[in-house]
């Protein structure tokens, strides 16, 4: 299997966006503004396309063998988050939808591994470490220090993971009022 990691570009949602759900969940709902499965995936898909925001194509990694997209993943650095989410805001007020308060997922000294998915047809092949690893790569060549990520208190399993990646648990936090494991990799 020969995976290659590359940017994101805005033809790439049809297959981007069902992992970003796959992954965050019911969080979808929150950022879209929306209920139904169809409109969840229709506006992420928006927000994939546009340039200003999280879940932007511009923050997005996507790991291919040939033209299949295997894995995604979603990466910035935490001091560009209050602007992204603030333009996130005006967009769902701007479309009559809740106004909602986007929790901070990172400090503004680190960057921010928003979102791992891997294909369900592609998982145990290490493409997930495949990802992590281009994210230390691109935050050694960015010059920054800090790389940091949230994992939900339960999942045991990707918390292991990552402390065998070197990553460690520096602080509990908070996102939609569930508890997360905030956890950093010093360079």
């Known amino acids: 299997m020969s995976i ?77 988050a209050v602007h992204m989410d603030a333009n996130l805001v005006k967009w769902l007020e701007a479309k009559n939808a809740t106004s909602i ?3 901070q997922e990172a400090h503004e000294d680190e960057a921010y591994i928003d979102t791992v998915c891997v294909a369900p047809e592609a998982r145990g092949k290490g493409i997930g470490t495949l990802l992590l690893q281009f994210a230390e790569e691109l935050t050694k060549q960015r ?26 648990i520096t602080e509990p936090w908070s996102i939609i009022d569930e508890p997360f494991h905030h956890m950093v990799k010093q360079f």
Do not use: C
């Not at 506006?43 to 925001?53: A, H, M, P, V």
């Not at 999942?155 to 990646?165: G, P």
């Open 143 to 168: 010059d920054y220090t800090k790389l940091s990520l949230n994992v939900e208190t339960q999942k045991e399993d990707a918390r292991r993971l990552y402390e065998r990646l070197g990553f460690v």
């Open 101 to 103: 308060v986007i929790d």
């Open 4 to 80: 290659t990691i590359r940017q994101a570009q805005p033809h790439d949602a049809h297959a981007v966006v069902p992992l970003i759900i796959d992954a965050i969940g019911d969080i979808a709902n929150r950022l879209t503004g929306e209920k139904s499965d169809e409109a969840v995936i229709q506006e992420l898909t928006i927000l994939f396309q546009r340039d200003d925001n999280r879940h932007s194509y511009l923050n997005t990694f996507v790991a291919t063998e040939g033209e299949q997209i295997l894995g995604i993943l979603v990466y910035y650095h935490g001091a560009q």
